[in-house]
């Protein structure tokens, strides 16, 4: 392998999804449209045009993002935001590092370039939802390029394989949103768990009140458990633009990022 390939946030069978659904819907449309009559002519006809608008809106708004967070693409967002939340991980010389739901391994990448004298270990559950990415692809990623001084390893952000105070320092990228039905403050407290007292910790997702509930008391809370610093930090017009996060469902990208 060459050169690296941390593949796409759109996943591809969402843009052939969306094409299929466009393409059947449209399909059922014209054949409603010439087989049948009456009133159930009329329902089936507005329910296959629905259908066929939805899915070309959601198809269209796909590919957008998907060029938007390409890496191969112009803008290359997916990398501006990585590289952004990398600068926010601090990790001293021979200590250790986790990165928390790695994918296809970018992250990890960034910090271990920044961080050549540290250990720095991804883990992900690699689901099927995201097929894409997976450990080998993430080995191959350090490999081509050159990175020695980066491990990967399965793990699930809900119960970490790690004792408490293991590293020096933990972070993630959008990733605890994707976790449903979990409570994400309870998600934040075990990625903690695991950092040394006076690790760092940078934190990037879609931290609104509807996914996270009061960020502010939860900061408070840890200030009061000892923590020296936590900081919150909009990123919505930091890692991009204001009109980017809108278009592409960023809106909630937030920074938790500290010090035990």
């Known amino acids: 392998m060459n050169k690296p390939d941390y593949k796409n946030w759109i996943p591809k069978w ?5 094409c299929a659904g466009a393409l059947l819907s449209l399909v059922l449309l014209i054949v409603f449209a010439l087989a049948l009559h009456g009133i159930a ?5 507005i329910v296959a045009l629905l259908a066929f608008l939805a899915c070309a809106v959601a198809g269209g708004w796909s590919m957008f993002a998907y060029n938007r ?3 191969n693409g112009k803008r290359q967002l997916s990398k501006s935001i990585i590289e952004g939340t990398a600068e926010y991980v601090s990790i001293p010389d021979g200590g250790k590092a986790l990165d928390i739901g790695c994918g296809s391994g970018a992250l990890t990448v960034a910090v271990a370039k920044r961080n050549p004298n540290a250990e720095i270990i991804g883990c992900d559950r690699w689901t099927k939802e995201y097929s ?16 020695e001084n980066v491990k990967f390893q399965k793990g699930d952000a809900t ?3 790690f004792e408490d105070e293991t590293f020096d320092a933990v972070f993630s990228n959008y990733v605890y949103h994707n976790v449903a039905g979990a409570d994400k403050q309870a998600l934040l407290l075990e ?4 950092l040394k007292k006076g690790g760092t910790f940078a934190i990037h997702d879609l931290m609104g ?7 502010e008391a939860f900061c408070q809370k840890l200030r009061d458990m000892g923590y020296e610093k936590v900081e919150m930090l909009d990123t919505t017009d930091k890692f991009m633009t204001k009109g980017e ?11 938790l990022y500290g010090r035990k």
Do not use: H, Q, W
Not at 132 to 147: M, Y
Not at 191 to 194: M, S
Not at 245 to 255: E, F, H, P, V, W
């Open 159 to 161: 119960t970490l394989p």
């Open 132 to 147: 894409d990415f997976s450990k080998l692809l993430c080995k191959e990623n350090a490999r081509a390029e050159g990175l």
């Open 14 to 18: 969402m843009l052939y999804a969306y």
């Open 209 to 215: 009140k509807k996914r996270y509930g009061d960020m």
């Open 69 to 71: 967070f390409s890496y």
């Open 191 to 194: 990625t903690l768990r695991t």
């Open 245 to 255: 996060a809108k278009l592409m469902l960023l809106a909630d990208s937030t920074l």
């Open 41 to 45: 002519k009329i329902i089936l006809v």
